[in-house]
């Protein structure tokens, strides 16, 4: 069984540019989580999604973050007009259910933003 | 703060000696837990976990133990080996409320002496 897939495995952009990140759950999982990890620090929950729904997004920052997860395809975390202080390791988690349930991770995204 | 955080930020042992890394907790409420290993530039990986109506969970090599008393998780690592080598998370949830993502400790950069 493939583990949780994320591409780009690295991304680089320029202030004001927007960063997109796309995530594929391990198969049989339709539960995403996206976090966000600092350097040095421990992850920071950002936004739990199902198919075609956002069930909590109270980690998110207020403006430029979204974050999907179509029918069909990856879930993506959109950041637009990124800042110096978005350069961080993004990383997705897939699970089979919500709450309680394990949560797999990817290998992350890591943006740095010039 | 955070409600999840842990004694120390690096621990050094010798190749294998055991390993014992503590984690302390907050919220009362918090009724799922779990270690999770991250080599560098690497996700998170699950070791193990344990809900809140268990004080002891045994994996292959690791020991979990949970004092709800003291709101006290410890990871305990029979025989170290130099794989071992990485920074160790805790993390927990809630099951009845609060955000559904996982809340994560700082970390512990744990060093394998040869």
């Known amino acids: 069984n493939a583990g949780v897939m994320q591409n780009p495995r690295h991304l680089v952009r320029r202030r004001g540019q927007e960063a997109r990140l796309r995530c594929s759950p391990m198969k049989g999982h339709s539960h995403v989580y996206w976090y966000r990890q600092l350097p040095e620090e421990g992850l920071k929950f950002m936004v739990y999604l199902q198919k075609e729904n956002i069930i909590d997004e109270s980690g998110m920052p207020k403006e430029r973050f979204s974050a999907e997860f179509p029918k069909e395809g990856p879930s993506i975390l959109r950041i637009q007009q990124v800042v110096r202080g978005d350069s961080a390791a993004y990383f997705c988690?897939?699970?089979?259910?919500?709450?309680?349930?394990?949560?797999?991770f990817g290998p992350g995204t890591r943006l740095t933003v010039t | 703060g955070e409600s999840v955080g842990l004694h120390l930020p690096t621990l050094s042992v010798q190749e294998g000696d055991n390993s014992i890394i503590n984690c302390a907790y907050s919220n009362s409420a918090s009724d799922y837990f779990i270690w999770y290993k991250q080599e560098s530039g690497k996700g998170p990986q699950f070791i193990i976990d344990i809900r809140s109506n268990m004080d002891k969970r045994q994996g292959q090599r690791v020991t979990v133990l949970l004092n709800k008393t003291v709101k006290h998780l410890s990871l305990q690592i029979a025989a170290t080996q130099p794989g071992d080598s990485a920074v160790y998370f805790c993390?927990?949830?809630?099951?009845?409320?609060?955000?559904?993502?996982?809340?994560f400790g700082k970390g512990t950069h744990l060093i394998i002496q040869p």
């Open positions: 993390a927990e949830n809630y099951s009845g409320g609060g955000a559904d993502g996982l809340t």
């Open positions: 988690a897939s699970s089979r259910g919500g709450r309680n349930y394990e949560q797999y």
